[in-house]
């Protein structure tokens, strides 16, 4: 039986790693994303380097939530590699602790990172990333009130008063506030009676609130109003569940605007996806670490084999691509989202447990 002084080495062990390979990948994610973004927006008035700084700072937690799986996979495979070259596993082999003993310490390290990550990480990546957003669209505000049809999100409102088709360069604030917003108004034949360009739109209770509009109407007369407002039936819930992205609402908040949305009839899948696939990361990081464990675990003497350390990152990455793929179908609806989120960790814990019970236990 393994004691607590040598468990909490392990423990200490891979947490060490882990904070160390946290802290490398967030500086090498920092620079490359301020390098892109500078290359993006530098032209842009007002622009300074503390900007986009400040910008890259804000953005840079969303982007490490994403390769979390990756840490805990490579900081898995990095300490049972180290604790092998040192022979640390062999003495513990030696003193009759089974591999399922000295496994442990990493795995509730794992659990724990997973916690962490979805706990306190997840929010702060979601309001910062909010507010990068923000940022980025006040340095651009009124530089592109062109709506481009590949890459603007639209809405169509049904009034008293006709239809209306609402698109926008940016989305802020989960959905609510528009950026460079442009309206057209039709008639009950379809046509374009009016064009309104706003430099933002706000979601207000029953009606669209402009700023700094720009108005058009059919005989190509143009005029400029400080504000206006347009009527609305659209529901702040409905407007989110279409427009929002699921990764820039925080976990806690996320039960509630699923259990909002599904009152006024939405499916709210990608809002549920979201919060499922949160739930199960830490089960993720813990399946990650097992598939690390099978191709870590080599005695030293008999050498580190590349190609094995190879198979775990290939398979690492595969387990990634499956989860990415499972996710859209849950997303879709064609399959419940938390099957979707369950499968791939379920089945990478089965193909872990199962290859050691035959390397570990015959």
């Given at each position: 039986m ?34 892109e ?31 979390v ?5 490579f ?23 089974s ?6 310490p ?22 910062g ?24 999100p639209?809405?169509?409102?049904k ?10 360069r ?21 046509d374009?009676?009016e064009r ?20 058009m109407?059919?005989d ?14 659209l529901?702040?819930?409905?407007v ?15 039960p ?10 939405l ?6 996806m ?7 990361l ?46 859209a ?32 236990d015959?």
């Amino acid at each position: 039986m393994m004691g607590w002084t040598l468990g909490r080495y392990f423990f200490l062990r891979y947490a060490a790693i882990t904070a160390w390979f946290f802290l490398g990948i967030f500086a090498l994610v920092f620079l490359i994303d301020f390098t892109e973004l500078t290359s993006r927006i530098s032209r842009l008035p007002g622009f300074t380097y503390q900007t986009g700084l400040a910008i890259s700072a804000l953005r840079v937690p969303m982007l490490i939530l994403q390769a979390v799986p990756f840490i805990g996979l490579f900081s898995a495979m990095a300490t049972l590699v180290s604790l092998n070259r040192k022979y640390e596993l062999v003495i513990a082999r030696s003193a009759g602790i089974s591999a399922w003993q000295f496994l442990l310490p990493p795995c509730i390290g794992a659990l724990l990172f997973g916690v962490v990550a979805v706990g306190i990480l997840n929010p702060i990546a979601a309001h910062g990333f909010s507010r990068s957003e923000e940022i980025e669209s006040i340095l651009r505000s009124g530089k592109s009130n062109t709506v481009s049809a590949d890459i603007a999100p639209w809405l169509r409102q049904k009034t008293k008063s006709g239809d209306t088709i609402i698109g926008a360069r940016a989305i802020l604030n989960q959905g609510l506030v528009m950026a460079d917003a442009t309206f057209f108004k039709l008639d009950s034949d379809g046509d374009i009676v009016e064009r309104q360009d706003a430099r933002r739109a706000t979601l207000r209770d029953g009606y669209w609130e402009l700023q700094d509009v720009r108005v058009m109407d059919s005989d190509g007369n143009v005029t400029r109003e400080e504000t206006a407002r347009v009527a609305t039936d659209l529901k702040p819930e409905f407007v989110q569940e279409r427009l929002a992205r699921p990764e820039t609402i925080p976990f806690y908040d996320l039960p509630q605007k699923i259990e909002v949305a599904r009152s006024f009839g939405l499916k709210a899948n990608a809002f549920a996806m979201q919060f499922d696939s949160l739930v199960a990361l830490p089960f993720l990081l813990v399946a990650m670490t097992l598939i690390a464990a099978t191709v870590s675990m080599r005695f030293a003497r008999m050498g580190q084999s590349a190609t094995m350390i190879l198979g775990g990152v290939v398979a690492g990455f595969l387990l990634y691509v499956v989860s990415v793929l499972v996710k859209a179908f849950g997303i879709a609806g064609l399959v419940p989202t938390m099957v979707a989120a369950w499968f791939p960790v379920v089945v990478a814990m089965f193909f872990g447990v199962t290859f050691l019970l035959y390397k570990e236990d015959g």
